[in-house]
């Protein structure tokens, strides 16, 4: 039976992929921040995880506002990636496990999360940053992806407790997949950011750390606020803690924290990075 040894959720500020492409891990500005990712690698390197589902949100790359689904789940063999507009660069296609996808997609189905189902899909900044930033050394890294978009582009959102709920019902379709493989479970977005309108830089630090705290030991906490509630919190894109939020909901053993960074700012944007492993 394929087993979830944890969850690795993190930001996926567009900034980073070009400190990646140039080098700059070890520059003043980067280094705090890429820093923080040191001991996750280790981890990584340790647990050679073979599949990775990867939760994030798309934003106006592959789904528009005229076709947005507020779930969707990859079934492809590959995921090319393109850049939506930050001059990142464009990578070989990710590796897809579309069997394991539509394992995953019958397994939802029948949990009654009626999600939509993709057999093409284009990755943006939010898949690919999280994927370079854990496999910095690999491009695009060996592991299977399954990618899973939540929708945080266009109002309604789905409720912090309904992608809670989808991190749980994924958890549940992963334990009944037959064959022994090591799943990763990531969660990208985040932390507290604001990028446009009157409160443009907003940052909340305290309530970050709260989010932190709670998605180690006390995640119901953050089912209970309303999507809203979050954007008044972490700022319209900090809603993204969603994806961090759903990734958790994946894990259904011991959970104990791998390692944490937190630092304040990236672009504009408060940038965290917490891995928690299942036992
Ligand atoms: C930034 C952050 C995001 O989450 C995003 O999707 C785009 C830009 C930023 O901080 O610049
Ligand atoms: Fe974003």
Redesign the pocket.
Same mark, same amino acid.
């Given at each position: 039976m394929a087993r979830i040894i944890g969850a690795l959720t993190s930001?996926?500020?567009?900034?980073i992929g070009n400190a990646i492409s140039n080098g700059k891990q070890e520059d003043a500005y980067w280094k705090p921040f890429f820093d923080g990712y040191k001991p996750v690698l280790e981890w990584l390197d340790r647990e050679q995880p073979d599949v990775a589902i990867v939760l994030y949100n798309d %934003?106006g790359l592959n789904f528009f506002l005229n076709n947005l689904p507020t779930f969707a789940v990859g079934a492809a063999a590959e995921y090319i990636t393109k850049d939506e507009g930050w001059g990142l660069p464009v990578f070989p296609p990710y590796k897809g496990y579309p069997e394991m996808s539509w394992h995953v997609i019958e397994s939802l189905i029948e949990q009654e999360f009626d999600i939509a189902m993709c057999q093409e899909m284009a990755m943006d900044?939010?898949f690919i940053n999280p994927m370079r930033l854990f496999w910095p050394n690999e491009n695009p890294p060996k592991i299977k992806t399954i990618p899973v978009a939540i929708n945080t582009v266009q109002f309604p959102l789905p409720r912090p407790a309904r992608c809670y709920a989808l991190g749980k019902a994924i958890g549940n379709a992963v334990a009944s997949w037959p064959t022994d493989e090591k799943v990763v479970v990531i969660g990208t977005?985040g932390m507290s %950011?604001q990028?446009d309108g009157e409160r443009a830089g907003f940052i909340n630090k305290k309530f970050d750390e709260m989010c932190m705290q709670a998605l180690l030991n006390d995640p119901e906490k953050l089912t209970q606020y309303s999507a809203l509630e979050l954007v008044r919190e972490a700022g319209a894109?900090g809603a993204?803690i969603i994806m961090w939020l759903a990734a958790r909901g994946a894990l259904q053993g011991r959970v104990s924290k791998i390692h944490s960074s937190y630092h304040i700012p990236?672009?504009?944007?408060a940038a965290g990075v917490l891995a928690l492993a299942n036992n």
């Open positions: 930001s996926h500020i567009p900034s %934003h900044h939010a977005g %950011h990028l894109q993204e990236i672009s504009n944007t």
